[in-house]
T-cell receptor, first 113, second 109 residues
Framework: EAQVTQNPRYLITVTGKKLTVTCSQN?????MSWYRQDPGLGLRQIYY???????DKGDVPEGYKVSRKEKRNFPLILESPSPNQTSLYFC????????????FGQGTRLTVV | QKEVEQNSGPLSVPEGAIASLNCTYS??????FFWYRQYSGKSPELIMS????GDKEDGRFTAQLNKASQYVSLLIRDSQPSDSATYLC?????????FGQGTELSVKP
């Protein structure tokens, strides 16, 4: 089954404790991205990757890191989480830049206390 | 001006009616357009994509695109309570997918 898999689904952590949210897709998609969704602000892109070893900042990259060492995986790293990063996070993948029909992971609800 | 604008709603329609959702975008260079449905707490799910002017129908859903006026709309015929969700308009602006804030639709039995 074609899918985008995120883990964990729910996470409560404390300020400053490094964490990683994993994302994996099995559709051989080139393009992957991370979004956060907050009430009243909609979906905002954090980082994106056009292919292996090619990543770039989205609209709200501060406080986040990503890597793309393999085509299928695109982890999101919070080196020192803060309460303002409490949000619902989605990973998405699409075939490439031209065909951007995006498929989303199940979401990760992160709470930073 | 936001790049992709939608009325936040809520839009309330009775069961069986036609729900009409609208979206405008600012960049004339935008090339492809999408409608996603998102149930509360769930991930967005692609329901329609449209690439050229005119109408595209898929079951009870019809997407309409007018590039000259820079708007895209979604019609849902014979609305069902299970259609109650937030509908997100998304626009491919030069390779980047830009989302509107979404319109909340409520279908009353």
């Amino acid at each position: 089954e074609a899918q985008v898999t995120q883990n964990p689904r729910y996470l409560i952590t404390v300020t400053g404790k490094k964490l990683t949210v994993t994302c994996s897709q099995n559709m051989n998609h080139e393009y992957m991205s991370w979004y956060r969704q907050d009430p009243g602000l909609g979906l905002r892109q954090i980082y994106y990757s056009m292919n292996v070893e090619v990543t770039d900042k989205g609209d709200v990259p501060e406080g986040y890191k990503v890597s793309r060492k393999e085509k299928r995986n695109f982890p999101l790293i919070l080196e020192s989480p803060s309460p303002n990063q409490t949000s619902l996070y989605f990973c998405a993948s699409s075939f490439n830049l031209k065909n951007t029909e995006a498929f989303f992971g199940q979401g990760t609800r992160l709470t930073v206390v | 001006q936001k790049e992709v604008e939608q009325n936040s709603g809520p839009l309330s329609v009775p069961e069986g009616a036609i729900a009409s959702l609208n979206c405008t975008y600012s960049d004339r260079g935008s090339q492809s357009f999408f409608w996603y449905r998102q149930y509360s707490g769930k991930s967005p799910e692609l329901i329609m994509s449209i690439y050229s002017n005119g109408d595209k129908e898929d079951g009870r859903f019809t997407a309409q695109l007018n590039k000259a006026s820079q708007y895209v709309s979604l019609l849902i015929r014979d609305s069902q309570p299970s259609d109650s969700a937030t509908y997100l308009c998304a626009v491919n602006r030069r390779g980047k997918l830009i989302f509107g804030q979404g319109t909340e639709l409520s279908v009353k039995p």
